[in-house]
Nanobody, 123 residues
Framework: QVQLVESGGGLVQAGGSLRLSCAAS????????MGWTRQAPGKEREFVAAISWNGINTYYADSVKGRFTVSIDNAENTVYLQMNSLKPEDTAVYYC????????????????WGQGTQVTVSS
């Protein structure tokens, strides 16, 4: 059974930083792209960032480029999202996700989701 378990969310002031972690288990993810999406109250879920399992390819939403960094530790089966210069508009539930290549590369369709972790940025 595939599990994606997020941690690291919380409350932070604008301009601050947080690091989210996602522990993946239940299958081999070598042919998957791992990533993060988020959903703010009253809004649709949106793409944030993603990384290929080998760590070579990274993808970012324009709204987070230069502020967020996605990384992966293959030995620990863990994906990270370092979030710097946080803004109130970054407030959302952040979800870890896994998408099977090459379908994800072509369609950005995710196969697995975590349960989410809340990030709240105060002004």
């Amino acid at each position: 059974q595939v599990q994606l378990v997020e941690s690291g969310g919380g409350l932070v002031q604008a301009g601050g930083s947080l690091r989210l972690s996602c522990a993946a288990s239940g299958r081999t993810f070598t042919s998957y792209t791992m990533g993060w999406t988020r959903q703010a109250p009253g809004k649709e879920r949106e793409f944030v960032a993603a990384i290929s399992w080998n760590g070579i390819n990274t993808y970012y939403a324009d709204s987070v480029k230069g502020r967020f960094t996605v990384s992966i530790d293959n030995a620990e089966n863990t994906v990270y999202l370092q979030m710097n210069s946080l803004k109130p508009e970054d407030t959302a539930v952040y979800y870890c996700a896994a998408g099977h290549d090459p379908v994800w590369i072509a369609t950005r369709k995710w196969n697995y989701w975590g349960q989410g972790t809340q990030v709240t940025v105060s002004s």
